[in-house]
T-cell receptor, first 117, second 119 residues
Framework: AQSVTQLGSHVSVSEGALVLLRCNYSSSVPPYLFWYVQYPNQGLQLLLKYTSAATLVKGINGFEAEFKKSETSFHLTKPSAHMSDAAEYFCAVSRNAGGTSYGKLTFGQGTILTVHP | DSGVTQTPKHLITATGQRVTLRCSPRSGDLSVYWYQQSLDQGLQFLIQYYNGEERAKGNILERFSAQQFPDLHSELNLSSLELGDSALYFC??????????????????FGAGSRLTVL
């Protein structure tokens, strides 16, 4: 079974500071990994995805994440936080084709990012 | 606008009642997924349909059912509602049924959700 653990339900940073949101996964097969963002009263928007190509993945809005197999991690970073980054972020894992879970995602519990002026 | 349309946006009903949530997938997408987001359970996968057929089932209660119609829209039916069913219900769609597709990973596009309040 797959699972995702997001360390820290709340992260607070100052505007301009580094953003680091942590995600560790568990999967018995090579995973696909995703980061989604949810702004208040909105649906989930894809930030970036890892699909076994380059281990450093660049996404939208200046975010990137690095897949580290040895650490089973897929942490999300952004060099300089902006006020508009305040939202809830979800890490998710899905299984390769051939598994019975097809394209469904298993989500972490989410991390609320607060950005202070 | 993600291209995935969910109605209604908000719904308030009483315990014991039945409701239907509707989802129109993004144009060209054949798979529809339903997720439930609640404070205590987080985001939980309920069920997936691909081109009208059920493909995967998650933590969906027996009181809940879903279907995907020939025009690919999907409905999630929730019956004998309980207070604990209050949640945000998301629909998502994707091009394929899982794994990789020619455009890359089978990425899910989410709708804005339907917020259900059971009183």
């Amino acid at each position: 079974a797959q699972s995702v653990t997001q360390l820290g339900s709340h992260v607070s940073v100052s505007e301009g500071a580094l953003v680091l949101l942590r995600c560790n996964y568990s999967s018995s097969v090579p995973p696909y990994l995703f980061w989604y963002v949810q702004y208040p009263n909105q649906g989930l928007q894809l930030l970036l995805k890892y699909t076994s190509a380059a281990t450093l993945v660049k996404g939208i809005n200046g975010f990137e994440a690095e897949f580290k197999k040895s650490e089973t991690s897929f942490h999300l970073t952004k060099p300089s936080a902006h006020m508009s980054d305040a939202a809830e972020y979800f890490c998710a894992v899905s299984r390769n084709a051939g598994g019975t879970s097809y394209g469904k995602l298993t989500f972490g519990q989410g991390t609320i990012l607060t950005v202070h002026p | 606008d993600s291209g995935v349309t969910q109605t209604p946006k908000h719904l308030i009903t009483a315990t014991g009642q039945r409701v239907t949530l509707r989802c129109s997938p993004r144009s060209g997408d054949l798979s529809v997924y339903w997720y439930q987001q609640s404070l205590d359970q987080g985001l939980q996968f309920l069920i997936q349909y691909y081109n009208g057929e059920e493909r995967a089932k998650g933590n969906i209660l027996e009181r809940f059912s879903a279907q995907q119609f020939p025009d690919l829209h999907s409905e999630l039916n929730l019956s004998s509602l309980e207070l604990g069913d209050s949640a945000l219900y998301f629909c998502a769609s994707s091009p394929g049924q899982g794994g990789m597709v020619r455009s890359g990973a089978n990425v899910l596009t989410f709708g804005a959700g339907s917020r259900l309040t059971v009183l």
